[in-house]
């Protein structure tokens, strides 16, 4: 197979214990919202996976993807049951430039997909997102943050457990480097204060897309699913937080508990917002 990476990037990247390339055979190609993604199988194993290319580290830069290896690789190290694992990387793909994460096929696909049946609850959802967020925010090596928290990046274990993905999206960048915020950046999740100044990811910004998850999520659709253009999603937003869904579009789902849960996620100022510690509490509250 052929590859886009330069010699340099081969010898450091050879020097990864979660490099897979040789390992993982892929399959059909499927369109996602952040980059490619694969069906594969990783060998000898047989185990059915998904390749995908972080948008972040599609172009080789020594020092930005020796940045990114080192994410992935304390990413891969991650063990929680609300967190897709991550298998390793590969380079090796004609299709797919840069680094590409190798992770487990989950049949069951995302959340926002999965609450479309109605018989679903997707309440039972919540405390696991919200743990999976609590395990990141609060990690013994160092708050990790996601950037990027939505339905459809969090996918749904055989046993309906959430787990969720794409925290590549939310990789710092290295000295002297900008990572765009147009790589991550879905306007019907982030926090104003995002939209406004184009400041770092954080768990302030973590904890409104928590809200509007649990939004998406009860409602089944997107936030401000009426508005169509990105640039209207923005000024809405701007506004102020969404109007209260009705209890027919929640199928009498969304509580006054949960309700009021939701608009503290979403304080404009984001010190005013609790942390996700204070979201589990609250939710574990909730009857």
Not at 33 to 47: D, F, K, M, S, Y
Not at 59 to 84: G, I
Not at 225 to 248: M, T
């Amino acid at each position: 197979m052929s590859t886009s990476v330069p010699p340099h990037a081969s010898q450091y990247l050879q020097r990864s214990a979660i490099l897979l390339n040789g390992r993982v055979h892929t399959g059909d190609a499927l369109i996602g919202g952040t980059g490619v993604i694969q069906q594969a199988i990783l060998r000898p194993e047989g185990t059915k996976v998904v390749v995908k290319i972080c948008r972040c580290a599609c172009t080789w830069d020594q020092q930005a993807n020796e940045h990114v290896l080192r994410e992935v690789k304390n990413l891969a190290s991650l063990k929680h049951k609300n967190v897709l694992p991550i298998f390793g990387i590969v380079t090796e793909f004609s299709t797919i430039s840069g680094i590409s994460i190798v992770t487990p096929w989950r049949k069951k696909g995302n959340a926002h997909d999965y609450v479309q049946n109605e018989n679903i609850d997707p309440r039972s959802l919540l405390r696991g997102i919200a743990n999976g967020l609590f395990y990141l925010h609060y990690h013994d090596s160092g708050a990790i943050v996601h950037g990027n928290l939505k339905g459809t990046n969090i996918l749904i274990s055989d046993d309906g457990s959430p787990q969720v993905t794409d925290i590549c999206c939310s990789f710092t960048s290295p000295a002297g480097k900008e990572i765009s915020p147009a790589i991550w950046c879905a306007p019907r999740w982030t926090a104003p204060e995002r939209l406004n100044d184009g400041g770092e990811a954080n768990a302030e910004g973590d904890v409104w897309a928590f809200g509007m998850t649990a939004l998406e999520l009860l409602t089944r659709k997107f936030p401000f699913h009426d508005i169509p253009q990105r640039q209207g999603v923005i000024a809405r937003i701007l506004k102020g937080p969404p109007d209260r869904p009705s209890n027919e579009s929640t199928l009498w789902r969304m509580t006054n508990d949960l309700w009021n849960m939701c608009l503290k996620c979403w304080e404009v100022d984001p010190s005013s917002r609790p942390q996700i510690s204070g979201i589990l509490d609250l939710i574990k509250a909730i009857k």
